[in-house]
């Protein structure tokens, strides 16, 4: 593994349509369209059942739990099996899941244990899907694109959920409070075709020794991750991000609809300027990369988002939450896809599947404990303590971040 501190990025190119990545990228699309449908609608539909903080935060933890108990298995597995086989698959089985969901709700017996349940079945299943994205990625396109797609794909993604999911979630409800989730499941189904039917070469996978365990498998994957102090910093100052952004989500709708008194249409309005900061965010990612070099990128996003997140936490008018949450998304884009992309150029290709596990483990390992934290803190102190209680966090992971390009 290279030592430097800075990390540059390598040049950048435009990923070919063609060779996989067209698919794959339609396929991503399509499936977070529908995750951007269930996204919105499920909140919505929480706090029709409860209005405790605290309940209404445990289905955004239960969303994040599996990624505990199951991520590092998950990694495993996608080094293990075809990648691609298994990601379609598992969106069968999630188109299944979801229809099931989309009848109960149909028929009034939805309730909040009911939306544990589902979350986490969901998330249980991304685990192994995921971490099999990330590894089949670098097989479709040429190691300098890599960059450049990882920013397609979360722009394409934040374009289908901004222009198209977000605006149609009232129109569906009006159709009947379990259409947004019908739609997921069929988004799936088709998701599952694109990938089903992706040619190209298949990503690196080493011979396992004889007698090699999932164990053994998955402590090499954790310290290849322990070793390469870029990628070890980074998981860091992510966790502590996940933790705010837990504490924050988890209770994101009440801190619209209650503290700024802004309702259905203000929350609306919140999501969608944080999907237009996105994908501004996603289209800039690289170039900026490019200059500045991916850690300190990450830095910079990491910086600009600990002032929107005290914006939000102090300033009560909607507009201001608007604004905040708009640069909010275009900084995690940033963010998100260099870090990706580095752990994508800094992991050994046959190891990638258990090196994004066990980044993501730990990273996505705080979700649930800061969705936990939030609710207890918006119950006990205010619905704006939150956004707050996740500025603080975001300042931490930034210092954290400095010695890493000193």
């Given at each position: 593994m290279a030592g430097a501190q800075a990390v540059p990025a390598a040049d950048g190119a435009a990923p070919a349509w063609r060779g996989g990545f067209g698919r794959l990228f339609s396929a991503a699309v399509v499936s977070r369209f529908g995750d951007a449908l269930r996204g919105a609608a499920m909140p919505l539909l929480a706090v029709t059942l409860t209005t405790d903080p605290l309940l209404v935060s445990l289905v955004s933890a239960c969303g994040f739990l599996p990624w505990l108990l199951f991520g590092l298995l998950g990694g495993a597995l996608a080094d293990r099996v075809d990648q691609r086989r298994a990601m379609w698959a598992v969106d069968l089985v999630r188109a299944l899941l979801m229809a099931a969901f989309?009848?109960?709700?149909?028929?009034?017996h939805a309730s909040i244990a009911l939306l544990v349940v589902v979350a986490f079945a969901l998330t249980t299943l991304q685990t192994l899907f995921d971490n099999a994205a990330t590894a089949l990625l670098p097989a479709m396109v040429p190691p300098g694109a890599l960059g450049a797609a990882n920013a397609r794909l979360m722009t394409g993604q934040q374009l289908a959920s901004?222009?198209?999911?977000?605006?149609?979630?009232?129109?569906?409800?009006?159709?009947?409070?379990?259409?947004?989730?019908?739609?997921?499941?069929?988004?799936?189904?088709?998701?599952?075709?694109?990938?089903?039917?992706?040619?190209?070469?298949?990503p690196e996978r080493e011979a396992r020794p004889a007698g090699s365990t999932l164990r053994a498998e998955i402590a090499a994957g954790l310290r290849v991750l322990w070793a390469d102090r870029p990628l070890r910093g980074l998981c860091a100052a992510t966790t502590l991000c996940n933790l705010g952004v837990g504490a924050l989500i988890a209770t994101l709708v009440l801190h619209i609809t209650g503290w700024l008194d802004g309702g259905q249409a203000g929350y609306a309005a919140v999501l969608t300027a944080y999907g237009i900061g996105s994908v501004a965010g996603g289209l800039g990612a690289d170039r900026l990369a490019r200059r500045t070099g991916r850690i300190r990128s990450v830095l910079i996003a990491?910086?600009?988002?600990?002032?929107?997140?005290?914006?939000?936490?102090?300033?009560?008018?909607?507009?201001?939450?608007?604004?905040?949450?708009?640069?909010?998304?275009?900084?995690?884009?940033?963010?998100?896809?260099?870090?990706?992309?580095?752990?994508?150029?800094?992991?050994?290709?046959?190891?990638?599947?258990?090196?994004?596990?066990?980044?993501?483990?730990?990273?996505?390992?705080?979700?649930?404990?800061?969705?936990?934290l939030g609710g207890l803190a918006a119950?006990?102190?205010?619905?704006?303590?939150?956004?707050?209680?996740?500025?603080?966090?975001?300042?931490?992971?930034?210092a954290s971040l400095v010695p890493l390009i000193n």
């Open positions: 989309a009848v109960a709700v149909a028929l009034g901004t222009f198209l999911a977000a605006p149609l979630v009232p129109v569906l409800l009006l159709w009947g409070p379990s259409v947004p989730y019908a739609t997921d499941a069929f988004t799936y189904v088709l998701a599952a075709l694109l990938v089903a039917s992706l040619r190209g070469p298949a990491g910086a600009a988002q600990t002032g929107c997140l005290v914006v939000l936490g102090t300033v009560r008018e909607l507009w201001a939450a608007v604004a905040a949450m708009a640069v909010f998304g275009l900084m995690g884009a940033v963010w998100n896809a260099n870090q990706v992309t580095l752990m994508q150029e800094r992991s050994p290709g046959a190891m990638l599947g258990r090196v994004s596990a066990a980044f993501r483990t730990l990273a996505i390992g705080g979700s649930p404990l800061g969705a936990v119950s006990g102190w205010g619905l704006n303590t939150p956004a707050l209680l996740a500025a603080a966090l975001f300042g931490l992971a930034v």
